[in-house]
Nanobody, 127 residues
């Protein structure tokens, strides 16, 4: 059974930092890409970042470039999203997703293009 379990969300003040974790199981971690999406109330889902565990390629959405960093620990089957300089507009439910890294550069921002989805973790940034 495939599982993606997110953790690390919470409440933080603007300018602060959080680190999200996504622990994956049920598939060959090294052969997959892991991504993060977010959805704020009343807004469309947004691709935040993703990483290919096969070649280490990373991608970021424009709204988080320079502030968020994605990394992977293949030994722990875990992907991290380090979020710095958080803003109130970063408030959302953050979801972990997984898919094979084929054509990743062109499809990673498509929510329905992923194979597996986590339950999400809430991030709230207060002003």
């Amino acid at each position: 059974e495939v599982q993606l379990v997110e953790s690390g969300g919470g409440l933080v003040q603007a300018g602060g930092s959080l680190r999200l974790s996504c622990v994956a199981s049920g598939f060959t971690f090294d052969d997959y890409a892991i991504g993060w999406f977010r959805q704020a109330p009343g807004k469309a889902r947004e691709g935040v970042s993703c990483i290919s565990n096969s070649d280490g390629s990373t991608y970021y959405g424009d709204s988080v470039k320079g502030r968020f960093t994605i990394s992977s620990d293949n030994a722990k089957n875990t992907v991290y999203l380090e979020m710095n300089s958080l803003k109130p507009e970063d408030t959302a439910v953050y979801y972990c997703v997984a898919r094979p890294p084929i054509l990743l550069r062109w499809v990673w921002m498509l929510w329905l293009g992923w194979d597996y989805y986590g339950q999400g973790t809430q991030v709230t940034v207060s002003s």
